[in-house]
């Protein structure tokens, strides 16, 4: 019988996966040398307009004022509790979300005939945007966590629910097959069939409903005042203080890609073995 | 043991009715190992699937035991033809052939021994740690073997297990099938297009028609039991219920 394997195969094997990955990281780095000549054109830009008087510094002040002022809200506690109000808003809502929505996908998707009864219920509530509930919040919640949850679990909610269809629809019939015959039982393959080929969609679903749960958390703490980032954004403007107004979109701005870069790091992980991640097999 | 009678199976779709099997009646008897022959399309696949209780018949029936199969019966594992697609990606190669053996609550030292021994016989111990999408698809297609091994069923349905393979691991992979046959009495029903292996393999061949499908031969082969790649295949009477299932082969191929 033919060996496959050995020592030399594996150092092959290795060395190619070692390279492919050398200018994975390479091209990171070009990326990232790319990105960061960008932001620097945009800062430099920020600089000049305000400066030469193209547009009043009152209403944009230049971006060394703004970075200033982030340097320095950062030293207070406020902005930290504001921003752990709006980080605890978002955590909380998305998980919510999350969990209700894996549940209900993988029961309405692996369920003979409740997809085909709940599709048009998906249909109508979906496209509702989070914010048209905003009176609703108010209402049940006042200016207080319930409702950025409300808005946060109800956008995040959908998000993730129909990439989860997505997943559980694009099971393969021979592997569903072979987990009938072996005689895997529901709950099994669910854990070691469904659940799997979900995944990559599920990690879609989650990085798309972490930016748009931050969205909504900021939204709903300016628009109905439940504490956090959005609240403080609010006081900043009413009481004229421009450069903090700026310095708090900044912060929002980089809060909110942070968030992209930690799930996008969170899907590389999980997804391990799946072709759009495996990139050194495809080398 | 397994009884097929009357099968019939049309796949019905909006517009669109084929028939891929007009009627099959075939016994497999206890311990015994049937090999299937017939021109690509004719319902080999869909006889297997309908006897693994994938596939609802139209008509006619299949028992097991004497019992009416309607879902997967437990205790028989399956080859499938596309093998890549009934690996999980998501599991390496060790627990993809683990995963039945869990699932019928094998103690884990006996499973262990079920897993190494099975990978061994197909030569792919090294390949243990390896995810499926990281081999070759002849490799795949032994996995899937070595899954079914494993699973030390009663009833083993393959369907073309060894396309992907080259001649010599093929051979091997055949006296492996025949070893395995004849230690654990497994009742076998083995699709392949390749002849040689047919009568090599069987104890019978059933050839096929092509559709509408019906069985056109059912051929005792009389060589004796104790097969030998090398004898065996020399032997006179090999060659002549070789040419024998080659000209029913093309005589159904022709009536198309
Ligand atoms: N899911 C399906 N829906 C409709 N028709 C199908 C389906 N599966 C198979 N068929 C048809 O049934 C017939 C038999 O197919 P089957 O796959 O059983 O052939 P086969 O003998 O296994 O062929 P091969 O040797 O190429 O594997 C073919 O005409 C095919 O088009
Ligand atoms: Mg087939």
Redesign the pocket.
């Known amino acids: 019988m033919t060996r496959t394997g050995g020592p030399a195969r594996d150092s092959a094997r290795d060395s190619a996966r070692a390279s492919a990955r050398d200018s994975a990281r390479a091209s990171a780095r070009a990326r990232l040398g790319h990105g960061l000549a960008g932001l620097g054109g945009l800062l430099a830009l920020m600089e000049a307009v305000p400066r030469l008087g193209l547009v009043d510094e009152r209403f944009l002040p230049p971006a060394s004022r703004i970075l200033t002022t982030l340097a320095g809200e950062l030293a207070t506690p406020a902005l930290w509790i504001a921003l752990g109000e709006t980080m605890r808003g978002w955590a909380l809502g998305l998980a919510l979300a999350f969990c209700a929505a894996v549940v209900a996908g993988v029961v309405i998707g692996t369920v003979p005939g409740l997809r085909a009864m709940t599709s048009s219920t998906v249909e109508f509530l979906r496209p509702i945007p989070s914010v048209a509930l905003v009176p609703l919040a108010t209402l049940l919640f006042g200016p207080s966590l319930g409702s950025t949850m409300l808005l946060v679990v109800y956008a995040a909610f959908w998000q993730v629910l129909i990439q989860v269809l997505y997943g559980v629809a694009a099971v393969d019939s021979v592997a569903h097959d072979t987990a009938r015959t072996y005689g895997l039982s529901a709950w099994s393959r669910v854990r070691h069939l469904v659940w799997p080929t979900a995944l990559p969609y599920v990690m879609t679903g989650l990085r798309l409903a972490a930016t748009v749960a931050f969205i909504l958390a900021v939204t709903a703490e300016l628009v109905i005042g439940s504490p956090g980032l959005g609240a403080e954004i609010q006081v900043a403007q009413s009481s004229g203080a421009v450069p903090v107004v700026y310095a708090l979109i900044v912060l929002a701005g980089l809060v909110g890609i942070a968030v992209n870069a930690g799930v996008r790091l969170l899907e590389r992980r999980v997804l391990a073995w799946h072709p759009a991640v495996r990139s050194e097999v495809a080398a | 043991m397994l009884e097929i009678s009357a099968l019939n199976k049309a ?1 019905q ?1 909006p517009g669109r009715r ?1 028939e ?1 099997i007009r009627s099959i009646t075939l016994g497999v008897g206890a311990g015994e190992l049937v090999c299937v022959v ?1 021109p ?7 006889l297997l699937r309908c006897v693994a209780g994938l596939l609802p018949a139209s008509g006619g029936e299949v028992r097991l035991d004497g019992v009416p199969v309607t879902g997967p019966p437990p205790r028989m594992a399956v080859v499938f ?1 596309e093998y890549g697609r009934s690996l999980f990606p998501w599991m390496t190669v060790r627990q993809n052939v683990e995963l039945p053996l869990k699932e019928k609550r094998v103690p884990a030292a006996r499973r262990r021994e079920l897993v190494t021994g099975s990978l061994e016989a197909v030569g792919l111990a090294d390949a243990a740690d390896a995810h499926p999408w990281q081999l070759s698809g002849g490799m795949q297609q032994r996995v899937a073997i070595a899954r079914a091994v494993a699973y030390e069923p009663q009833v083993l349905l393959m369907d ?1 297990p060894f396309a992907a393979v080259d001649a010599q691991t093929r051979a091997d992979l055949e006296d492996l099938i025949l070893r395995l046959w004849r230690d654990l009495e497994v009742t076998t029903l083995f699709v392949t ?1 390749d002849i040689d292996e047919a009568v090599y393999l069987g104890q019978r061949v059933i050839v096929l028609s092509s ?1 509408p499908t019906e069985v056109m031969e059912d051929l005792k082969i009389d060589l004796p039991p104790g097969r030998d790649q090398l004898t065996t295949r020399s032997l006179p009477r090999f060659g002549e219920l070789r040419g024998h299932v080659y000209r029913q082969i093309q005589r159904a191929r022709g009536e198309r």
Not at chain 2, 40 to 46: E, F, N, P, V
Request: some cysteine; charged content about 10%; overall charge neutral.
């Open positions: 796949y779709s084929v891929a017939g690509s399309g004719c319902g080999k696949t869909t033809q073309e297009h559709s």
